[in-house]
């Protein structure tokens, strides 16, 4: 079992960054890919970056590329996702997600675990 839990979401005007963080417990972290995905409202839920067991492959939709980055820490049990430059259209509740796998995934049925979700409110 991996429980999760986010953190950093907030209010911020276009242009700006936030960077919001994923706390997993359990000792097996490392053995999991994870996942950052986002639900508008009266939108389906998408997907927005992935990164595998080492950190060493990263995916991202195209919408974020250039502008978001994910990253881990297996030591700490976290991820993180740094957003820059971000726009009304990210406006969103951001969702951490581990998956029982060492690699990437972009559907969200490939993901076995959730947070309860952060939002982030871009203005413009």
């Known amino acids: 079992q991996v429980q999760l839990a986010e953190t950093g979401g907030g209010l911020v005007q276009a242009g700006g960054s936030l960077r919001l963080s994923c706390a997993a417990s359990?000792?097996?972290?490392?053995?999991?890919?994870m996942g950052w995905f986002r639900q508008a409202p009266g939108k389906e839920r998408e997907f927005v970056a992935t990164?595998?067991?080492?950190?060493?492959?990263?995916k991202y939709v195209d919408s974020v590329k250039g502008r978001f980055t994910i990253s881990r820490d297996n030591a700490k049990n976290m991820v993180y996702l740094q957003m820059n430059s971000l726009k009304p259209e990210d406006t969103a509740i951001y969702y951490c997600?581990?998956?029982?796998?060492?690699?990437?995934?972009?559907?969200?049925?490939?993901?076995?675990?959730w947070g309860q979700g952060t939002q982030v409110t871009v203005s413009s």
């Open positions: 997600a581990a998956r029982r796998s060492y690699n990437t995934a972009d559907a969200a049925n490939d993901y076995d675990y």
């Open positions: 359990g000792r097996t972290f490392s053995n999991y890919a």
């Open positions: 990164i595998n067991w080492t950190g060493g492959t990263t």
